[in-house]
């Protein structure tokens, strides 16, 4: 099992930035692939960003490249999203995901956070 718990939601102003956090327990962290995903209100859950076990590849949403970075520190456990010139629709609940699987993770991860509200005012 892997436990998953984000933080560093909160409410910010369009063009502003801010960093989550999660912090996962249970298994040998840099085995994992660990990505970011967001679900909007009325909207299904979407991926957003991957990184791999070792932190050399990551990919992302086409609409978050460029703004958003995706990183990891495997000796905290701890995957970021650093998230700039934030949009209003960028506005969801985003979650943190693990999976050995790097093919998957970005479809069907194993493990799942319970998620951090992120809201952009216009």
């Known amino acids: 099992q892997v436990q998953l718990v984000e933080s560093g939601g909160g409410l910010v102003q369009a063009g502003g930035s801010l960093r989550l956090s999660c912090a996962a327990s249970?298994?040998?962290?840099?085995?994992?692939?660990m990505a970011w995903f967001r679900q909007a209100p009325g909207k299904e859950r979407e991926f957003v960003a991957v990184?791999?076990?070792?932190?050399?590849?990551?990919y992302y949403k086409d609409s978050v490249k460029g703004r958003f970075t995706i990183s990891r520190d495997n000796g905290k456990n701890t995957v970021y999203l650093q998230m700039n010139n934030l949009k209003p629709e960028d506005t969801a609940v985003y979650y943190c995901?693990?999976?050995?699987?790097?093919?998957?993770?970005?479809?069907?991860?194993?493990?799942w956070g319970q998620g951090t509200q992120v809201t952009v005012s216009s």
């Open positions: 995901a693990a999976d050995m699987r790097i093919a998957v993770i970005t479809t069907k991860p194993n493990y």
């Open positions: 990184i791999g076990g070792s932190g050399a590849s990551t």
């Open positions: 249970g298994r040998t962290f840099s085995n994992y692939a």
